[in-house]
């Protein structure tokens, strides 16, 4: 894997590991570490956190200032879910539902998604 590209956040994925670097995510091989390929995400302002779901193979991306959830599956389709807030850190629970960790100015409080 290249050096000296920031990374902000990782997950893997059905044998692939996936790292945020600003606005993309390269894709690797979990076993080789042999790039896979890149996936870009369109319309990104500021994304803090990736997380994944190996139920319904697809990544999930909290981008703050935009204040919304982006889910990538795997074939490169995006969606997104307003937040109206600024979303920060993601967890996947075992029913497969997204929790968003909310933060603005120390108040927080957690945001629940059914994909």
């Given at each position: 894997m290249p050096e000296g590209v920031p990374v902000w956040g990782l997950t893997t994925m059905a044998g692939?590991?996936?790292l945020l670097r600003l606005a993309k995510l390269d894709v690797y091989d979990a076993n080789t570490?042999?790039?896979?390929?890149s996936l870009a995400v369109p319309n990104a302002r500021r994304i803090v956190d990736i997380t994944s779901c190996e139920h319904y193979r697809c990544v999930y991306l909290s981008d703050h200032d935009s204040?919304?959830?982006r889910r990538?599956?795997?074939q490169g389709s995006i969606k997104q879910w307003?937040?109206?807030d600024r979303p920060w850190q993601l967890s996947v629970n075992t029913e497969h539902n997204v929790i968003v960790n909310c933060r603005y100015h120390h108040h927080h409080h957690l945001v629940y998604f059914r994909p």
């Amino acid at each position: 894997m290249p050096e000296g590209v920031p990374v902000w956040g990782l997950t893997t994925m059905a044998g692939e590991i996936y790292l945020l670097r600003l606005a993309k995510l390269d894709v690797y091989d979990a076993n080789t570490y042999s790039f896979q390929r890149s996936l870009a995400v369109p319309n990104a302002r500021r994304i803090v956190d990736i997380t994944s779901c190996e139920h319904y193979r697809c990544v999930y991306l909290s981008d703050h200032d935009s204040e919304c959830v982006r889910r990538l599956d795997v074939q490169g389709s995006i969606k997104q879910w307003p937040v109206n807030d600024r979303p920060w850190q993601l967890s996947v629970n075992t029913e497969h539902n997204v929790i968003v960790n909310c933060r603005y100015h120390h108040h927080h409080h957690l945001v629940y998604f059914r994909p």
